[in-house]
């Protein structure tokens, strides 16, 4: 059985950081890409960043590049997110998600993924 399960999140002060991580199981980790996404109070989700296998090609929203790193650890089966100089917008509930044979841009479209954590609540205080 697949699991993803996140944790990490919390509460912070604007320009705080945090670190979420996603453990992996059920799956042979470093054969899938992954993503981060993320959903606000009363908005869809919407995608955050992706790293492929192998920990080749990376791609960020907009909204979060400079301040937000996806990273990788296969010999421990868990995706990083590393978050710094969060602000207030930041707030939501942050997803993590796999799949073997999407793309780049499929992941950051949100096509054809297989996997799905619960997810982990980041709040940002003003």
């Known amino acids: 059985q697949v699991q993803l399960v996140e944790s990490g999140g919390g509460l912070v002060q604007a320009g705080g950081s945090l670190r979420l991580s996603c453990a992996v199981s059920g799956l042979l980790f470093s054969n899938y890409a992954l993503g981060w996404f993320r959903q606000a109070p009363g908005k869809g989700r919407e995608f955050v960043a992706t790293i492929m296998k192998y920990g080749g090609t990376t791609i960020y929203a907009d909204s979060v590049k400079g301040r937000f790193t996806i990273s990788r650890e296969n010999a421990k089966n868990t995706v990083y997110l590393q978050m710094n100089s969060l602000k207030p917008e930041d707030t939501a509930v942050y997803y993590c998600?796999?799949?073997?044979?999407?793309?780049?841009?499929?992941?950051?479209?949100?096509?054809?993924?297989?996997?799905w954590g619960k997810g982990t609540l980041v709040t940002v205080s003003s």
């Open positions: 998600a796999a799949d073997r044979w999407t793309t780049a841009q499929d992941m950051a479209a949100q096509k054809g993924i297989n996997y």
